[in-house]
């Protein structure tokens, strides 16, 4: 039998999720980086958003910002849309935006909003906090800047996702097999991974076994062109 899938109210979820992640447009430390000169995050080049399926259908009736992703956005490397969406959850579908020039901040989805972000879910199903996109270490300046995260986005995440794990509890084994998956990553590479705790702190997490230990924001590594201090 399918879970139940509950209504989600999502003009209510934007408003409760509309921090930015720092204090400033982050887009406009990396942009130089990548060669189309855009924010590695809204570059379909770089990274296909995605949204529920219920999402989907509230964005297509308040706005014309996004589109069913095709695969053909990136001229310089088209992809067959059904090898990704093989990847993608039952519970989502990938799109594709009008681009960084023509955002339409209050019309972000979901997966926009908490971009480099995701709950990351403990072997026994607790949400421990925030962890990131570990594709994007290279690419995106949050991760190489951990320390200038929001507090208030930082609580703003946590809240919502106590709020939405709690409307929509299936979807907390989403996370939770992203989590899985980035505990085989790490281990694989013998690297500790970074959380911005629930109840605040930087920590890093043995993946092996699950052991925390406090660090300051300061000692966290950098990536890529991030590693020289700007």
């Known amino acids: 039998m399918s ?3 509950p209504s989600i109210d999502f003009y209510a979820a934007y408003a409760r999720f509309n921090l930015p992640v720092v204090p400033f447009d982050c887009g406009a430390r990396c942009a130089p980086h990548n060669p189309s000169g855009k924010p590695f995050c809204c570059d379909i080049c770089q990274a296909v958003p995605s949204a529920y399926h219920q999402e ?3 964005l297509k009736a308040n706005t014309d910002l996004w589109h069913i992703w095709r695969g053909d956005e990136c001229l310089a490397n088209p992809e067959d849309p059904q090898a990704l969406a093989a ?7 990938l799109l594709a935006c009008l681009g960084p020039a023509h955002c339409q901040r209050e019309y972000r989805s979901l997966s926009c909003r908490q971009f480099p972000f995701f709950p990351y879910i403990t072997p026994d199903y607790a949400f ?3 962890v990131y996109n570990w594709e994007f270490e290279d690419t995106c300046w949050v991760i190489s800047n951990l320390g200038l995260v929001s ?12 709020d939405f794990f709690s409307t ?13 998956e980035m505990r085989e990553v790490f281990t694989a590479q013998n690297r500790s991974i970074p959380i911005l705790h629930r109840e605040g702190g930087y920590s890093l997490l043995r993946p092996i076994n699950g052991r925390l230990r406090a660090i300051d924001a300061a000692r966290l590594p950098r990536y890529g062109v ?3 201090l700007e």
């Open 128 to 130: 421990l906090g925030l």
């Open 3 to 5: 879970p139940h899938i």
């Open 87 to 93: 990847e993608t959850p039952d519970t989502m579908r």
């Open 168 to 180: 929509w509890p299936h979807e907390l084994e989403h996370y939770a097999n992203r989590s899985e």
């Open 226 to 228: 991030y590693q020289e």
């Open 151 to 162: 507090p208030d986005y930082w609580a703003s995440f946590v809240r919502f996702y106590d």
């Open 56 to 58: 989907w259908r509230f």
